[in-house]
C-alpha cells in the first residue's frame, strides 16, 4: 500500500515573494489526490518541495515517520526512492530510446542485471501500453506517448507515491482521458498514493479521490471529492466551471470594482465562459474492467464515513446519495 504524506504549517517564499503559507494537509495513503489552483500559485512549487527538491522555511512533511524537512541527506535520499514523478514533458533524455531512458533509474540506482533490467523495462513499458516502442527516441513520438514513457520511467523503482505535475498539458482531451485512466489502472495496480496537480476541470471531477485548491498564498480547501464539487466557496466554483464571474481574475486576483463590473456584465447577457454550469458530481471513473479492484476505494468510504459528521450539509447529501458508496 501507498505512504501517507502529513504536511503541516508549510510555508515557502521566494526571497520576498510569499508563495503559500501554512499549508495542510494529509494525502492519504493508497488514494489518488489532486491539487488545483490558477496559475502561478505555487502547484509545482509545493511538489517540488514534497520530495525535497525546493525548502519551505517552515512547516513538516512527514512521509513514513520521517520529516524531510528537518531529515539527514542520507534519510532524504533514501525516502525520495519512495517517489516516482512524472513531470510535465516527461523530462526524457533527448538522445536516448525509450528503453533507456526507461532503463536509466534502475541502472543509476540499482545493482540488478541487464536480464532483469529488460524484463521491468518491458513490463512497464506495456503497463503504460507502449510495447514496440522502446527503440523510438522522443523527438519520434507523440506528446501523449512521451508522457506515457515518463510514466513508466516514474514506475521502474516501485514507488510508493507518485506526483504527476500537468499531465494534461500539451495533451488533447480525449488523450488526457486516457492518461488519467492510466492512473486509475496503475493506482489499481500497485496501490500507490498519488498526487496530481492540475488546472483541468474534467480531470478534477472525475478522477480523484480528494481534491485540494490553493488560491492566494494559502490552500482554500482540502478534502473528499464530494466538499469540493459541491462547495457553494466562489474561488472553487467559479475554478470547477471555468467561469470569469468569480474572485480569479486574469493576474489571479481581482478588486471589488472589477467583480461588480464583470457581474453587470454577465447581468446584461454577456457570456461568462465556461460551456457548462455543473451542479453537484459527476461519477468519478473506475479502473478499467478487468484491473484489480481498487482498494482506495474501500479504505476512502471506510474514512469518508468516520468523518461524514464533520463535512458540510451539501458533501453529506451527495455521499449518502452515491450508491457506490452504500454497496461496500
Ligand atoms: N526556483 C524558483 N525561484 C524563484 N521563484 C520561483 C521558483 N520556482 C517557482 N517560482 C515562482 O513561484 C511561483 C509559483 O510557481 P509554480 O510554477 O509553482 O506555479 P503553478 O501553480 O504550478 O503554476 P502553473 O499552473 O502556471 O504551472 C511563480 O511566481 C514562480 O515564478
Redesign the pocket.
Known amino acids: 500500500m501507498g505512504i501517507e504524506v502529513v504536511v503541516e504549517n508549510l510555508s515557502k517564499s521566494?526571497?520576498s515573494?510569499n508563495?503559500w503559507r501554512n499549508v495542510s494537509l494529509t494525502l492519504p495513503a493508497g488514494e489518488v489526490s489532486a491539487l488545483l489552483?490558477?496559475?502561478?500559485?505555487?502547484?509545482?512549487?509545493?511538489?517540488?518541495a514534497l520530495i525535497g527538491l525546493?525548502r519551505p522555511e517552515r512547516g513538516s512533511i512527514w512521509i513514513d515517520g520521517t520529516d524531510i524537512m528537518t531529515c539527514t541527506p542520507k534519510e532524504l535520499y533514501e525516502i525520495r526512492k519512495m517517489f516516482g514523478v512524472l513531470f510535465q514533458d516527461g523530462a526524457l533524455f533527448g538522445s536516448m530510446d525509450l528503453y533507456d531512458n526507461v532503463a536509466f533509474p534502475l541502472r543509476e540506482h540499482t545493482k540488478k542485471s541487464e536480464a532483469e533490467i529488460r524484463r521491468i523495462v518491458m513490463e512497464k513499458l506495456e503497463l503504460v501500453g507502449l510495447q514496440g516502442a522502446d527503440g523510438k527516441l522522443p523527438g519520434e513520438i507523440s506528446g501523449g506517448m512521451r508522457k506515457r514513457a515518463g510514466l513508466a520511467r516514474a514506475l521502474v523503482l516501485d514507488p510508493q507515491i507518485i506526483l504527476v505535475?500537468?499531465p494534461d498539458s500539451g495533451l488533447d482531451p480525449v488523450r488526457t482521458t486516457y492518461i488519467s485512466q492510466l492512473f486509475l489502472d496503475i493506482n489499481a495496480q500497485i496501490d500507490a498514493t498519488f498526487l496530481i496537480?492540475t488546472?483541468n476541470i474534467n480531470l478534477a471531477r472525475t478522477v480523484p479521490d480528494n481534491i485540494g485548491m490553493?488560491f492566494r498564498r494559502e490552500l482554500t480547501m482540502f478534502g473528499p471529492r464530494e466538499v469540493l464539487l459541491t462547495s457553494e466557496e466562489p474561488v472553487v466554483e467559479q475554478f470547477l466551471n471555468g467561469r470569469m464571474i468569480g474572485p480569479i481574475g486574469m493576474s489571479e486576483e481581482k478588486d471589488e470594482a472589477q467583480m461588480a463590473h464583470e457581474q453587470a456584465l454577465a447581468d446584461a447577457g454577456h457570456h461568462a465562459g465556461g460551456v457548462d454550469n455543473i451542479e453537484g458530481i459527476v461519477p468519478q471513473l473506475q479502473a478499467t474492467p478487468g484491473m484489480p479492484f481498487r482498494q482506495a476505494v474501500r479504505r476512502r468510504q471506510e474514512r469518508v464515513r468516520t468523518i461524514l459528521p464533520s463535512l458540510p450539509a451539501r458533501a453529506q447529501a451527495a455521499i449518502l446519495a452515491d450508491d457506490a458508496f452504500a454497496q461496500l
Open positions: 521566494f526571497g515573494q508563495i489552483g490558477p496559475s502561478g500559485t505555487g502547484k509545482s512549487v509545493f511538489l517540488k525546493l505535475d500537468e496537480v488546472h490553493l
